[in-house]
C-alpha cells in the first residue's frame, strides 16, 4: 500500500450502504478485490467500492454520484432476458471448477507448493464468483425502483414489489425443508438402515445451508437424525400441504398480476423473479465452495501451526507465504482490528490506522440516531411490538430469545434458526435479492429491509414498533 492513499478519485462521490455481515479477512479482501479487476463479460469497472472490517464485522458501501449509474447495468438484461440464464451458466460452471480441483486429493501427501496452489485455486474461484453476487447486486439497485414503479402504478400496495419478484423456484433452505419432509413422511414405511441412508444423501446435498461468510459450522448427519425426529411427530403431511399451498397462492397472485402489465413490464418482472432464484443460488453454490475448502485450511492450519481462524484472516499471497515460507504478517492483529479494502478499476488499497479513520470521517456517514421513525421496504407485511435485537453474526445467537424482532445488517442461511424465532425482522439491507426478503416472505415473518444503519440505531432490548403493512418501524 503506498503510504498515502490519493482519494481524489472519489471526488464528488458519496457512500451508498451496501449491506453487512461477519466475515474473515481474506472474504473482505476478494469481495471488494474483483470491482479493481475487468472481466471480459461481467464488468463492474465503473463504480468504486469499500469494505468496512472492523472485528470481522463488515459493512460494504458502494460509491457512487447518483444512482443512475445501476440503470444502464440493468438495461443490458433487459435489451437481452437470457443474459439471466447466462449468469446462472456462470456461477455452476464457477464452483464446480473448484470442486473438481479439490477431488479426491489426499491432503497429507501433497508438498508445500500444491498445498498452495489449491489453496490459490479456491481464492480464484471465490473472487471470481464473487462477480455474479457484484452483478446481481447492481441489477437489485435498478431493479427495485422499476417495480415500485409498476407496484404504484398499478395500486398493488406494500407488498407489491415482493410479489413481482417471486420466483417459482425454490430457495436452497426450501429445497432441504421439502426433503426432509417428505422423508418424514415415508420414514415409517422405511426400514431403519434405509432411513440411515436417505438421511446421509440428504446432509451431502445440503450440508452447507447455514454456512456463512465467517465461523459458521455445517450441519451434521446427527443434526439432520434430530430434525428428521422433530418432522416426523409434526404432522409432516399438514406442514408439506401449508408450504404447497403457500407457494401456489403467491405464484397465482403474481401471474394475475402479471396479465395485467405491458410486454416490457413483464420482463422486468421476469428478470426480477430470476435474479431473486440466482442470488440464493449463488450463496449456497460460494457456501458449498467454503465448505469443501474447510478440510484445506485445516491442513494449512496444522502443518504451519498457526490458528485456523488467523489463516482465515491472511490475504492469498500472505496465506500462500504462510504455506511456503511460514511467514505471518506483522500487522495481522491491527488488520483484523480495523481495515478497510477500497476498490476502483486498476485502484485497490488496503487502509489502516489513520488512513481507514480519515476515509470513514469523509465519506461514512452514520445518519437517523435521533430519529424515532424510519421508513423502509416491506418484504413480507404484518405489524408487531417487540423488543429489538441487534445480530451481527453467530456469535450473538446466545441472546436472541422466541419473539424477539431480529435487527441485521442483512441475514445469511447461518440466520434460518434464529429468523424462525423472530416476530418481525429489520434489516439494513434492501434489496429483493436479499436473503432476508426472501427467506422472511417464505417463512411469512413480517420483514421490513432497507433501514440504514438500523444496527446502530435501534439497541438491544428498545421496545419497537414494526409496522409491515406500511414499510415504517417506530421506537416505542
Known amino acids: ?220 448427519v446427527q443434526d439432520y437424525s434430530n430434525e428428521l425426529e422433530l418432522l416426523v411427530n409434526s404432522k409432516p403431511e399438514i406442514i408439506l400441504r401449508e408450504i404447497e399451498d403457500k407457494n401456489q397462492r403467491e405464484l397465482a397472485q403474481r401471474a394475475s398480476i402479471l396479465k395485467s402489465l405491458n410486454k416490457e413490464e413483464k420482463i422486468i418482472a421476469n428478470i426480477s423473479a430470476d435474479a431473486t432464484y440466482l442470488k440464493d443460488y449463488y450463496k449456497s453454490s460460494i457456501s458449498h465452495m467454503s465448505y469443501a475448502m474447510e478440510p484445506i485450511f485445516i491442513e494449512i492450519s496444522k502443518r504451519t501451526k498457526t490458528n485456523i481462524d488467523l489463516v482465515k484472516d491472511l490475504f492469498p499471497e500472505e496465506c500462500a507465504s504462510l504455506i511456503n515460507e511460514n511467514n505471518m504478517p506483522k500487522n495481522i492483529n491491527g488488520r483484523i482490528k480495523n481495515h478497510i479494502c477500497l476498490a476502483s478499476l486498476d485502484k485497490y488499497y488496503i487502509l489502516t490506522d489513520k488512513e481507514a479513520q480519515e476515509f470513514e470521517e469523509k465519506f461514512i456517514k452514520i445518519e437517523g440516531l435521533d430519529k424515532k421513525e424510519f421508513k423502509g421496504r416491506v418484504a413480507c407485511k404484518g405489524f408487531v411490538t417487540g423488543k429489538a435485537k441487534v445480530i451481527l453474526g453467530t456469535d450473538d445467537f446466545h441472546k436472541f430469545n422466541k419473539g424477539d424482532i431480529l435487527v441485521a445488517a442483512n441475514t445469511s442461511p447461518d440466520f434460518v434458526p434464529i429468523m424462525k424465532k423472530a416476530s418481525a425482522i429489520i434489516a439494513e439491507d434492501g434489496g429483493i435479492t436479499s436473503h432476508t426478503s426472501v427467506v422472511s416472505r417464505e417463512m411469512g415473518v413480517p420483514c421490513i429491509v432497507g433501514i440504514n444503519n438500523a444496527t446502530k440505531i435501534f439497541k438491544d432490548n428498545e421496545l419497537i414498533e414494526v409496522d409491515a403493512n406500511k414499510g415504517v418501524v417506530k421506537k416505542l
Open 1 to 220: 500500500m503506498n503510504k498515502k492513499t490519493d482519494f481524489s478519485f472519489l471526488k464528488g462521490r458519496h457512500a451508498s450502504p451496501e449491506g453487512g455481515r461477519k466475515c474473515y479477512g481474506y472474504v473482505n479482501y476478494l469481495l471488494m478485490r474483483m470491482y479493481a479487476e475487468p472481466h471480459n463479460k461481467w464488468n463492474l469497472d465503473t463504480l468504486p467500492a469499500c469494505g468496512i472490517s472492523k472485528d470481522h464485522t463488515v459493512k460494504w458501501f458502494f460509491l457512487i454520484k447518483d444512482a443512475d449509474i445501476f440503470n444502464y447495468y440493468f438495461d443490458r438484461f433487459l435489451a437481452k432476458p437470457s443474459l439471466l440464464k447466462e449468469l446462472e451458466d456462470f456461477i455452476e460452471e464457477t464452483s464446480t471448477s473448484f470442486l473438481k480441483d479439490i477431488e479426491n486429493k489426499n491432503l497429507e501427501e501433497l508438498n508445500k507448493k500444491q498445498l498452495a496452489q489449491l489453496a490459490s485455486s479456491y481464492y480464484t474461484h471465490f473472487k471470481t464468483l464473487a462477480r455474479a453476487a457484484g452483478v446481481l447486486r447492481w441489477l437489485d439497485r435498478s431493479i427495485v425502483s422499476r417495480l415500485k414503479s409498476i407496484s404504484e402504478k398499478y395500486n398493488l400496495g406494500s407488498e407489491g414489489v415482493s410479489i413481482l419478484s417471486t420466483s417459482a423456484r425454490n430457495t436452497f433452505s426450501t429445497q432441504e425443508r421439502l426433503a426432509l419432509l417428505n422423508l418424514a413422511l415415508k420414514s415409517k414405511r422405511l426400514k431403519e438402515k434405509k432411513i440411515e441412508d436417505e438421511i446421509k444423501i440428504i446432509h451431502d446435498k445440503f450440508a452447507w445451508s447455514v454456512i456463512g461468510y465467517y465461523n459458521e459450522k455445517p450441519r451434521t
